[in-house]
Structure formats: structure tokens, C-alpha cells
């Protein structure tokens, strides 16, 4: 998109634009993510941004794809998980 940015807002205090809303989501949630404590040990914290999710998340890095499951998978399976460990 070519628009520009424009503020919002009863003063003026919010900003919209064009793909700020996924990378301010990005950047925050990954601040948010490296500040927590560590939890119980052997508890697998992660964060997951989709590819492609403004045109659909059937494509191969969407988030329908395997690929979330699959790497999760081979975690599991390498930490000894059976299946109901896994879910």
C-alpha cells in the first residue's frame, strides 16, 4: 500500500498504517517473550508468527501448513515425549 500513515484518535495519540500493526505485534510480543522468568524446567516455552497472513495461511510457511507441528513433533520426540506428552 502507498498510503501514508495517519493519526487517530481523540488527540491525535494513535497512529495507523499499513503493516505497522504486525511488526509493532512482532517486536512487542518478542520483548515480552525474552523478558519472562524461565518457567518449571522442561517446560518448552515458545512464540510463533505466521507467514502469509494477510493473503491466507494455506500457503507452505502459513499457518495451516505442517511446519509448526512437524518442528514441534521432532521436539517432543527428542525430549522423549510420547504423543499425549506431545499434545
Do not use: C, K
Amino acid at each position: 500500500p502507498r498510503e501514508l500513515a495517519r493519526r487517530l484518535g481523540m488527540q491525535q495519540e494513535l497512529l495507523a498504517s499499513a503493516r505497522l500493526d504486525n511488526l509493532a505485534h512482532v517486536a512487542s510480543i518478542t520483548e515480552a517473550f525474552l523478558l519472562q522468568e524461565p518457567h518449571a524446567e522442561g517446560l518448552l516455552q515458545a512464540v510463533v508468527f505466521w507467514n502469509h497472513e494477510e493473503v491466507g495461511s494455506q500457503t507452505q510457511e502459513g499457518a495451516a501448513s505442517s511446519f509448526f507441528e512437524d518442528v514441534f513433533n521432532r521436539i517432543a520426540q527428542l525430549s522423549g515425549l510420547d504423543t499425549e506428552g506431545f499434545y
